[in-house]
Structure formats: structure tokens, C-alpha cells
């Protein structure tokens, strides 16, 4: 089945810190990504549509400046964590969609990336 | 996309089915129906999705009502793995954003 994968699995960094969250389609081809976080005993929160070859889509309330996001090729998505502080510490999962037939697409998504600010 | 709502929390003894039910009465007809689940500290996985027929996989089995406002997601054996986030979204495709809403925790229980 498809597999999408994250590097790395779980990250800790300094307050005031850039962090890079990478995501892989290993195989499949992806033009859209989708980037999430989830704080504890909370449901995913969906962060930004990731196009490859063109900008992040932001939803309301995520500061596209803080969260950078590069859709460099079709089977990678990253998503920068810029002057990251103790409150970005999150659970942060990136989907992406596989044409299953017809109109149809199934959406798998990756193992997640914990990162910890200190 | 149409807004579901399920129960917060629900318990199901080991090796017994688990019924996890789904309201969706906004439910436009070109939406599906859409199961995921997240077991703790992992990524959601995808279940089973339908439109208007029941669906059968290796995983589980999707019984959508026939005026499709509600549907169940039954789990025929349920072992201790099982346990995790039952997650039911309305959307036209998977191709399209995932919006989760709180989901169902699932306990099974030995």
C-alpha cells in the first residue's frame, strides 16, 4: 500500500530555532500535501495545502512567515518551523492523496513529527 | 463540506463487534462518507469510505443508511489494537482537505 514517511520522527530544539519537517510520498506521486498539527487530547488542525510548483495555501490563523512550506517535487513536501517557541511544541502530520480510480483519491497520511521547544 | 457528529467516547470488549455510529443529516449527495482512525502518538490511517452502498474491507464494514443521514462503522472482531480515534468526515473526495472533527475514542477493553 502507499506509504508517506517523515523525517524525523521526533525533534528537539532551542527557543529561537528553525526547524525543517520533511514529508515523503515513497510510492506515489502527490501534487497536494496537506500539513496538520495536534496539540494533546486535541483533533488534528489542518495548517496549510501544500501544491507542488506553487505557493502554500494557509488556513486562517497560521502565519504563513512562521510556517514555511516548500512543495519541491512530487513526492516531497517540507514544512519550516521558523524561530520556533516553547508554544509551536506540537504533534505536526502531513497527508498526502493517491488517485484510487475514478473520481475517487485516498488520503494517507504520515507517523507524525514531535517537536519539543525548550 | 457536510458536519458529522459522533460520540465522544465509547467501550467494546475484546473479540466482540464494535459499532461506532455517524450522523451526517447535512449530507450533500455527492459527498462521501469517510472513516479514519489515529491511534495514539501515530498518523490517522484510512478505514473504509462509501457513498450510498455499504462497503466491505479487510478492516472493517461501512452500513450507510438508505437516506444516507447517518451511517456505522462496524469492526466485526475488535482486539485491543483497535483501540485509538474514530474519526468520520463528509467530503466530495480525498483529494480535498481533511477536516477532523473531535472523533470517537474507541476503548476495547480485555
Known amino acids: 500500500g502507499a506509504v508517506v514517511s517523515q523525517h524525523p520522527s521526533r525533534v528537539i530544539c532551542k527557543s529561537g530555532t528553525s526547524v525543517k519537517i520533511e514529508c515523503r510520498s515513497l510510492d506515489f506521486q502527490a501534487t497536494t500535501m496537506f500539513w496538520y498539527r495536534q496539540f494533546p487530547k486535541q483533533s488534528l488542525m489542518l495548517m496549510a495545502t501544500?501544491?507542488?510548483?506553487?505557493?502554500?495555501?494557509?488556513e486562517q490563523g497560521v502565519e504563513k512567515d512562521k510556517f514555511l512550506i516548500n512543495h519541491a517535487s512530487l513526492t516531497l513536501s517540507t514544512l519550516t518551523v521558523t524561530s520556533a517557541h516553547p508554544e509551536d511544541s506540537s504533534f505536526y502530520i502531513c497527508?498526502?492523496?493517491?488517485?484510487?480510480?475514478?473520481?475517487?483519491?485516498?488520503?494517507?497520511f504520515g507517523p507524525g513529527t514531535r517537536l519539543t521547544v525548550t | 463540506d457536510a458536519k458529522t457528529t459522533q460520540p465522544t467516547s465509547m467501550d467494546c470488549a475484546e473479540g466482540r463487534a464494535a459499532n461506532l455510529p455517524c450522523n451526517h443529516s447535512?449530507?450533500?449527495?455527492?459527498?462521501?462518507v469517510y472513516w479514519y482512525r489515529q491511534i495514539h502518538s501515530q498518523g490517522p490511517q484510512y478505514i473504509i469510505h462509501?457513498?450510498?452502498n455499504n462497503e466491505t474491507n479487510e478492516m472493517a464494514s461501512l452500513i450507510i443508511t438508505e437516506d444516507r443521514k447517518s451511517s456505522t462503522l462496524i469492526l466485526p472482531h475488535a482486539t485491543l489494537r483497535d483501540t485509538a480515534v474514530y474519526y468520520c468526515?463528509?467530503?466530495?473526495?480525498?483529494?480535498?482537505?481533511?477536516?477532523f472533527g473531535p472523533g470517537t475514542s474507541l476503548s476495547v477493553i480485555p
Open positions: 462509501g457513498l450510498k
Open positions: 468526515i463528509a467530503m466530495k473526495t480525498s483529494y480535498d482537505k481533511v477536516i
Open positions: 497527508s498526502a492523496s493517491r488517485p484510487r480510480g475514478g473520481s475517487t483519491y485516498e488520503q494517507y
Open positions: 447535512t449530507i450533500s449527495g455527492n459527498e462521501y
Open positions: 501544500s501544491n507542488e510548483g506553487s505557493k502554500a495555501t494557509y
